[in-house]
Every structure is written in C-alpha cells, then in structure tokens.
C-alpha cells in the first residue's frame, strides 16, 4: 500500500506553481503552491558545510514558494548551547543556533520552522556533547529558541518573510499558559489550512531529565501545558478549515508518533503520543477530506497512511478508529540526507497533494 501510494502521488504531481504573495495570509488563492520540506539537518559539520547547495537547489527551483523545516537542527550527539548557565557545561556550541538560524535567512521564499527534540527537550542528555553531563537545560533551550527563530510573533524567516498566525498572537483567557507557544503557527493558503505543533521526539518530553537538570515538577508541567496548548490549537485548524471550506488541512511537526524503533526494548515510547493521535483521528474523520501530516525523527522517507487499518502495525499503537483520509510523510533526516521533498498542493486536484523527493547532494 505504501509504494502504490507514493507512485500514485508522484504520477498526480504537475509541475507548475503561481507565486504566492508574502507579507499575507492569502487566505483565499486557489493557485497551486509548491513547498520545499526537510529536517532532521545539518546533522554534521559536514553537511553544515554543503548547506549551501541545498540552500541553492530550493532557491533555483522556480516552483519553490515556501520552505518547511520540521525540526532537529543538529544531531542527538552534538551539544547544544548552554543557555543561560553559569558556569557553561564542560562541552556546549553557544553559537549553533544562529548559524542555522543565518542558513534560514538565506532561503529566498519564506521559512517555517517547528522545533525538535534535539535542540531542547533531549538537551540533559548525557550523549548530547560529553559522558559527564548534559549540555543544556531543556527549558532554557526552548526560550533560546523562541527567542531567536522567534522574535517576530506571526512573521516567518527567510529572505521573503510572510504573515502566519501565531499561538501567540491569540488571546484565551481560559488558558493563559498557550500564548507561550509563538512557534506553533498557522495559515490558509491555496484552500489548504497548515498548522505547526511543538511536538518533540523522546516520547513527547516523556523521559526524565537527568541531573543536574532533574525537575520533575518543571518537566511535567512543561509537557501538560504543551499537549494542552497543542490539542488547542489543532482544534482551532480544523475550525478554521471547516468554517473557511478548505479542501484541505497540512500538519506539520517533529516526532514520528509511530516510529518502530521507540517500541523496542530500552526504547523511548510512544504513549506520549496518543491523546494527540486521537484527537488527529477524530478531527480528520469529521472532516473527511484528506489531511497530510508531515514529520520528521526517524531519518528514513516513507509515505504512508499509518491510521488507515486499525489492525495494521500502526494502526494498533494508538488506538484509533480507522482514518482512510490521513497520509503522512516522514522527511529523510540525520547524516545521510542528501534529499528535500518537493510538495505541491493543487486545490484542483482530488488528491490535493503530491510530491517528489529531490537530490541536491551528487
């Protein structure tokens, strides 16, 4: 089922796309727009490195009109900024995020980023620099995050910024907490409504952190606010496309909810997942038109609809009902990318999306 479905998608792709204005929303374009999805990159100095030929694939792609990262901008083993901690730990890259943060600025068409796992939730981990201890506190990573890939609530990176819609910018008084959230964003465009979650991978910031950043009570609050600020906002997208008509919906975030690695002995889970699973399973089922969930976290492409069979070995890990209509896309990612999907959304189409994934690394 798996391959018939990326066959198809590919052999529906028409290449063609229509600029679509920055600086708005552009609620109501019926034109097809082509997107540029990654992540899980750089994770290496190496290809660090050779950003810029990805950089110049997307760029001189003439369909190109928006850019999607979906999170981890470096590897698991690589340390990540120290914070706001004094003294810094042993091992730290201070200087990481606004290198990649510069790469985004380079990108001609506007950028969305969601973040990953590795550039906050994973942070105390030992692995992420050195033996010895952690090189981050997860919680002054994210600000570090917000703070700069975020500054402008509303606004995207790159060189051609545009208008979203950030959680941020929205006020509920019933829940102060998720104003909080300025990187989960969303938009209408080309009759399709895209959304961005804060979902990080190690089972949704399910693991404990390790000292000397142990902080039960800080950790599970932090995931209780964000599941809650999640659950929240995807409810709104699904509003907003039903009230608006949208042919589509486009999620797009970080952890793969139904990577098989996180089941095996010694793995990190999956149930930090499955409220958000659900709740992707019923809004879709109501909606009954198709939605595309983009992710990253596992470093393998796949194209699939993982919710489709009940019984399927997707299908059991989160106790859906079936969901003929959600397709999913997992980005190549880690050392070996060499790739980023090309994804064009055609309002016309009955499938609405199709894509193909190109090489910029010879």
């Known amino acids: 089922m798996k391959r018939f479905f990326a066959i198809a998608s590919i052999a529906l792709f028409i290449a063609a796309a229509l600029c679509v204005p920055t600086g708005a929303q552009n609620n109501e374009s019926n034109n097809k727009i082509t997107l540029a999805v990654f992540g899980d990159w750089p994770y290496s100095t190496t290809l660090l490195n050779e950003a810029p030929l990805l950089i110049n694939s997307i760029n001189s792609d003439p369909k190109v009109r928006l850019v999607v990262h979906v999170g981890d901008i470096h590897s698991g083993s690589m340390p990540c900024t120290g914070a706001g901690l004094n003294p810094p730990p042993p091992v730290y890259a201070p200087l990481w995020n606004i290198g990649i943060f510069n790469l985004f600025e380079q990108f001609k068409n506007p950028v969305v980023y969601t973040p990953g796992d590795n550039e906050w939730t994973d942070c105390h981990k030992r692995r992420q620099g050195n033996n010895v201890v952690g090189s981050g506190a997860p919680m002054n990573e994210l600000a570090a995050v917000r703070n700069l890939f975020f ?36 938009w209408k465009e080309s009759q399709v409504v895209f959304v961005t979650l804060n979902v990080p991978g190690s089972n949704n910031d399910g693991i404990p952190w390790t000292a000397p950043f142990t902080n039960e009570p800080a950790r599970t609050t932090e995931v209780e606010q964000r599941n809650g ?47 958000l699973v659900q709740k992707i399973a019923d809004l879709a089922v109501q909606f009954d038109r198709p939605v595309l969930l983009i992710n990253g976290d596992s470093h393998v492409f796949e194209a699939d ?58």
């Open 151 to 186: 500054a402008n609530p509303g606004l995207t990176l790159g060189v051609h910024r545009k208008r979203v819609e950030s959680q941020a910018e929205v006020v509920d008084q019933d829940h102060p907490t998720d104003a909080q959230f300025v990187e989960n964003v969303m």
């Open 229 to 275: 600020a999640n659950l929240r906002w995807l409810e709104r997208a699904f509003e907003k496309a039903e009230t608006e008509d949208a042919k589509a919906v486009l999620i797009a975030l970080q952890a793969d909810m139904w990577d098989p690695a996180a089941l095996v002995p010694g793995g990190d889970g999956l149930s930090g997942y499955t409220t």
């Open 305 to 362: 609809q993982p919710l489709a069979d009940p019984n399927s070995s997707t299908g059991v890990i989160h106790h859906t009902q079936a969901v003929p209509n959600l397709f999913r896309i997992t980005v190549e990612g880690s050392t070996a990318a060499d790739e980023w999907v090309r994804l064009t959304i055609d309002p016309h189409s009955s499938a609405i999306f199709s894509w193909d994934r190109i090489q910029y690394l010879p």
